[in-house]
């Protein structure tokens, strides 16, 4: 009888230290999908952050050109309306302003 418990004794911490290497294996392959996983997001959230970044630039850079362009189209206006008034003024001097008024 005795025999027989401790060969009882035996085959459950066979079975105990199967189950158990079953276990550990599992939480290993699993920590390393989860490891490999982080790192991917990682890498992927750099390149995210890289792409952001050069957008940013992209961004400023039209804006800049944009803001140069309005200014420039502005300086021009400006150009122009007193070319205008200036030849308005020259008529009017010269005697070729309207005299209905």
Not at 1 to 25: G, N, P, W
């Amino acid at each position: 009888m005795k025999e027989l418990k401790e060969q009882e004794i035996t085959v459950d911490d066979a079975r105990f230290k199967h189950i158990y290497e079953m276990i550990e294996s599992k939480f290993k392959e699993t920590t390393l999908k989860l490891e490999q996983q982080l790192a991917e997001e990682r890498a992927a959230c750099v390149k995210a952050e890289k792409k952001a970044k050069a957008a940013k630039k992209e961004h400023e850079k039209a804006e800049k050109k944009n803001k140069e362009l309005r200014r420039q189209k502005d300086e021009e206006l400006r150009r122009k309306e007193e070319h205008w008034r200036q030849r308005e003024e020259g008529l009017r001097i010269a005697g070729f302003g309207c005299s209905i008024m």
